[in-house]
């Protein structure tokens, strides 16, 4: 996996784990997101005077807010989630789904050499079926 897979998995399961620590109650964990995706909406850059970097302060300062909000709102997502479904971070749902994630990533793994090893025997019977219809053509052993 990429660092970047990674992280964004630690994110979500983050995400999920913080609503199943705060339980129901999640109306504090609410104002603090709001109060976060404000701030992050609330950045501006400094415009000078040359017309195309106020172009690209622009978009820059646009990007941030897309992200930010997005990681914010995406956060409030899992943390409801794992409010409304604590039964996901039991610890034999995590391990039956360690499993399957393992038995998955095995299969997954095999799928290429055994598609190679039937390829093989295949291309094997036909060497061994040419073998013996080039010597009964030659009379070799008739």
Do not use: C
């Not at 109306?27 to 106020?54: Q, R, W």
Request: no cysteine; hydrophobic share 55%.
């Amino acid at each position: 996996m990429r660092i970047t897979h990674i992280f964004v998995l630690v994110f979500i399961l983050s995400a999920v784990a913080l609503g199943v620590a705060w339980g129901e109650d999640t109306n504090h964990l609410n104002a603090v997101l709001d109060n976060a995706s404000l701030s992050l909406k609330n950045i501006t850059l400094e415009k000078g005077d040359n017309y195309y970097m106020d172009g690209a302060f622009t978009v820059i300062e646009e990007f941030v807010h897309f992200v930010g909000v997005g990681f914010v709102e995406f956060m409030r997502m899992g943390a409801t989630f794992g409010s409304e479904n604590p039964g996901y971070f039991e610890p034999d749902y995590l391990i039956n789904l360690a499993r399957l994630i393992v038995w998955l990533t095995i299969i997954s793994l095999l799928i290429k050499p055994v598609f190679y090893l039937i390829i093989f025997i295949i291309m094997a019977v036909i060497y061994i079926k040419d073998i013996i219809k080039s010597r009964r053509s030659q009379g070799v052993g008739a």
